[in-house]
């Protein structure tokens, strides 16, 4: 069982940055791809980047040169770096962990990102 707690969002001004942080506890952090999936008002939720314990990333098109991913495997932390954020990055961001050999998925409480002008 993995317990996951984001925090960082809010409101922000489009091309300002935030930086999302989740936070895990409950079992072997490092067994865990680590990801962030975002779901804006009426459509699906979407992966925006995972990794890795090994530090192996992957980004959705929409956000390739904008976000960074990062995690400390001794701190049992995921970080999600959003810089030039516009009005469609507006949407609440979830910290997921999926374990890398049997792939059971957690997920956070999620937190509301909104870029506005």
């Known amino acids: 069982q993995v317990q996951l707690v984001e925090s960082g969002g809010g409101l922000v001004q489009p091309g300002e940055s935030l930086r999302l942080s989740c936070a895990a506890s409950g079992s072997i952090f490092r067994l865990y791809v680590m990801g962030w999936y975002r779901q804006a008002p009426g459509k699906q939720r979407e992966l925006v980047a995972d990794?890795?314990?090994?530090?192996?990333?992957y980004y959705a098109d929409s956000v390739k040169g904008r976000f960074t991913i990062s995690r400390d495997n001794a701190k049992n932390a995921v970080y999600l770096q959003m810089n030039s954020l516009n009005p469609e990055d507006t949407a609440v961001y979830y910290c997921?962990?999926?374990?890398?050999?049997?792939?059971?998925?957690?997920w956070g409480q999620g937190t509301q990102v909104t870029v506005s002008a």
């Open positions: 997921n962990a999926r374990h890398s050999i049997d792939r059971r998925s957690y």
């Open positions: 990794i890795g314990s090994g530090g192996s990333t």
